[in-house]
């Protein structure tokens, strides 16, 4: 479908100014270079981890989930890295497949998102 774009997080992070003039390019948006190190430099794991607790944060899962976390270490970000769903509960991930299967799967093909890795 020309009006899904899919963006994987492994792509953003091998290539987040290449991602972020392609997504502004599926958009319709002309990004000159500035603006595109700009978009870069506040989608950063450095600036995200600076306003982590403006940008996500307890409150924010427990409306995701529909319940409250019980973690006291919840943080959005994994260090910069993949794999955070690893943490999350059976009745969380079975959301997420859900979802995938429901929302995702009609337009990228694929049973799942490991099944989208390339």
């Given at each position: 479908?020309?009006?899904?774009?899919?963006?994987?997080?492994?792509?953003?992070?091998?290539?987040?100014?290449g991602q972020i003039t392609r997504i502004a390019k599926f958009l319709g948006v002309d990004l000159d270079a500035a603006v595109t190190a700009r978009?870069?430099?506040?989608?950063?794991?450095?600036?995200?981890?600076?306003?982590?607790?403006?940008?996500?944060?307890?409150?924010?899962?427990?409306?995701?989930?529909?319940?409250?976390?019980?973690?006291?270490?919840?943080?959005?970000?994994?260090?910069?890295?993949?794999?955070?769903?690893?943490?999350?509960?059976?009745?969380?991930?079975?959301?997420?497949?859900?979802?995938?299967?429901?929302?995702?799967?009609?337009?990228?093909?694929?049973?799942?998102?490991?099944?989208?890795?390339?």
């Open positions: 479908e020309d009006h899904v774009l899919l963006v994987k997080y492994e792509d953003l992070k091998a290539d987040r100014e978009v870069a430099d506040l989608s950063s794991f450095e600036n995200m981890k600076k306003s982590e607790d403006r940008i996500m944060g307890k409150e924010y899962l427990a409306r995701v989930r529909g319940r409250p976390t019980d973690s006291e270490s919840y943080t959005l970000l994994a260090q910069g890295s993949s794999g955070h769903a690893a943490s999350f509960d059976d009745e969380t991930r079975a959301k997420v497949d859900a979802f995938w299967i429901e929302k995702m799967m009609p337009f990228v093909g694929a049973q799942s998102y490991s099944d989208v890795m390339v």
